[in-house]
Every structure is written in structure tokens, then in C-alpha cells.
């Protein structure tokens, strides 16, 4: 699988989280401070990597800043993403099956490399469930302008 992984910061879980992704097999599309040529900030570097999902050059992505928080809003922006801010395992399971949130989003201040570790194994086992009232909700998002 082909993911894009954003930063503002190379701190906490940033590199930790490529070289994770890496480990597992994945071909791995960095931006921002994991990337010494673009912009770090967190709005720019979330939009990159959630643009390589809605424009097909990658399968997922996974953004970070200090929070989370302005990551998953700016990552949320682009059409066709829906982004979610995991701090644990059942959060990922959650946000993959209700919401088939496509963009993962996580705090560089509060994920640990255990919970990294956690968090991605619950994120890449989980599927969007296939309940009509979950596709309907997910369906209704994606019309949200």
C-alpha cells in the first residue's frame, strides 16, 4: 500500500511512523518536516499528504502535528477525505469501520511508540463496515459541502 505521512515537526512518533509504515511493507510518499524541500507548517504539510489520497498517489495517509488536531482539520478540507484523530486502538478500529476515515491522524505529543504501534495495527486490520445505515452516514459526509 502506498501512504503518504505528513509533519510539522520531525518529533515524537514523526519518523517512528515511517519507519513503522516502512517495516509493514508500505511504500511510504513523506511531506513537510520529513521532507527538507517542502513548507513544515502543519496545515500545509496535512494538505499535501491528504491531496496524494484524494488524487489517487496514495491508498491512505497519515498526518501529524503537536495536537492532531489542526492536522485532521486541514487534512478534512480536501474533498474526499475523511480524516480522524486516533489516540488509541479503538479509536483506529472505530474511525476505519463507522467512518472509513481514509486519513489518520495522530498527536505527536501524546502517541508513545507502544500506541503508534497499536494504533496502526487496529488501523490497517480494520475494514468499513458494509451496514447500509453506516454507508448512508458515510455517503451523507462526503455530500457535505
Known sequence: MRISVAADEDTGVAGDVVEELRGRG??????????PEERDDWAWASE????????GR??????????GTGAS????????VRAALCVDAYTAEGARKWNDANVLALSLRLTSRAQLGEILDAWFAGAPSAD??????I???DRIE
Open 48 to 55: 499535501a499528504a491528504a491531496r496524494d489520497v484524494a488524487d
Open 139 to 141: 455517503a451523507h459526509v
Open 132 to 137: 447500509p445505515g453506516d454507508r448512508a452516514n
Open 58 to 67: 496514495a491508498d491512505q495517509a497519515v498526518v501529524c502535528c503537536w495536537t
Open 26 to 35: 508500505h511504500e511510504v510518499i513523506v511531506h513537510g518536516a520529513l521532507d
Open 73 to 80: 482539520i486541514a487534512a478534512n478540507k480536501v474533498p474526499g
